[in-house]
């Protein structure tokens, strides 16, 4: 039985993607599978978070930012530049289902 739930917890690790900014940048990118993939950011208060793609098929983007407590946060711009204002400090999560499973994504806080 603990072999199984070791196989699960490595399944589940496997699908969260921290975006980090290089240092003196203020973006993170990724390229590949986001079908299924959940990224992470640690942001601070009173930030604003810009998700882009710059994938054909971008228009068709779902995209649902939690803050640290869990709760959707409302995005502002267009399906393929979207914007949002974060409203404590901690990790916040960004859930992605894409039209294709390739995409390429810029994740960033100027």
Request: hydrophobic letters at 40%.
């Amino acid at each position: 039985m603990a072999c199984s739930l070791i196989a699960f917890a490595g399944q589940s690790f496997a699908n969260t993607t921290p975006i980090k900014f290089a240092k003196g940048s203020f973006c993170g990118s990724f390229s590949g599978n986001a079908k299924g993939r959940t990224f992470t950011l640690n942001l601070n208060a009173n930030q604003q978070l810009f998700i882009s793609s710059n994938n054909i098929y971008a228009d068709t983007l779902d995209v649902t930012v939690k803050n640290p407590h869990g709760q959707v946060m409302p995005a502002f711009g267009l399906r393929n530049a979207l914007s949002y204002d974060t409203d404590v400090k901690g990790k916040y999560t960004v859930k992605i289902n894409p039209a294709r499973n390739h995409i390429n994504l810029e994740f960033c806080v100027p």
